[in-house]
T-cell receptor, first 111, second 111 residues
Framework: DADVTQTPRNRITKTGKRIMLECSQT?????MYWYRQDPGLGLRLIYY???????NKGEISDGYSVSRQAQAKFSLSLESAIPNQTALYFC??????????FGPGTRLTVL | QKEVEQNSGPLSVPEGAIASLNCTYS??????FFWYRQYSGKSPELIMS????GDKEDGRFTAQLNKASQYVSLLIRDSQPSDSATYLC???????????FGGGTRVLVKP
């Protein structure tokens, strides 16, 4: 089984809809991250969490919110989706100053 | 100046040759350095991590770190068509536990 899972893997939605992307991990890591990737713009950090009670904004948090339901679960919500939020979304986990491990990604299309 | 810079490529390499990828970073206090491989539409996969000056070898991959010059490089020996991918350089800066990614170098290995 994969260490970091994301659901759904693909989602098409309409402008104005609320969307939730979910991430679960079995690696036992404290730290979890949400990134988005756009062609030509690389990976950009949306939100990150160092433990259940710690949530931090990344470089592009506007229009997004997160919830850390448990050490192993970190969800990303788009309260009112807009077309420029069409992107590939990745969840990652990590420990300390060490490497991060990525989930398989969610391809989101907002029409 | 971007915090982590890579040449976007594409870097075209004949099969069996050495591919050399470079990455420079701006934060002199950076602690940890990583190379990820990403196939189109897939998630980044960690291939190398390096924490101290010098070379680190793992199979056909060698990472080189020079903190004084603020660059980290990746060599891929005996390049194979399956090495064709985008390679992302990531740096964990001195403050905080976040990775900053370069834009990636696209590598094409031609048979």
């Amino acid at each position: 089984d994969a260490d970091v899972t994301q659901t759904p893997r693909n989602r098409i939605t309409k402008t104005g809809k609320r969307i939730m992307l979910e991430c679960s991990q079995t690696k036992g890591h404290d730290r979890m991250y949400w990134y988005r990737q756009d062609p030509g713009l690389g990976l950009r950090l949306i939100y990150y969490s160092f433990d259940v009670k710690d949530i931090n904004k990344g470089e592009i948090s506007d229009g997004y919110s997160v919830s850390r339901q448990a050490q192993a679960k970190f969800s990303l919500s788009l309260e009112s989706a807009i077309p420029n939020q069409t992107a590939l979304y990745f969840c990652a986990t990590g420990q300390g100053y060490n490497e991060q491990f990525f989930g398989p990604g969610t391809r989101l299309t907002v029409l | 100046q971007k915090e982590v810079e890579q040449n976007s490529g594409p870097l075209s390499v004949p099969e069996g040759a050495i591919a050399s990828l470079n990455c420079t970073y701006s934060d002199r206090g950076s602690q940890s350095f990583f190379w990820y491989r990403q196939y189109s539409g897939k998630s980044p996969e960690l291939i190398m991590s390096i924490y101290s000056n010098g070379d680190k070898e793992d199979g056909r991959f060698t990472a080189q770190l020079n903190k004084a010059s603020q660059y980290v490089s990746l060599l891929i020996r005996d390049s194979q068509p399956s090495d064709s991918a985008t390679y992302l350089c990531a740096v964990n800066k001195a403050a905080g536990n976040k990775l900053t990614f370069g834009g990636g170098t696209r590598v094409l290995v031609k048979p």
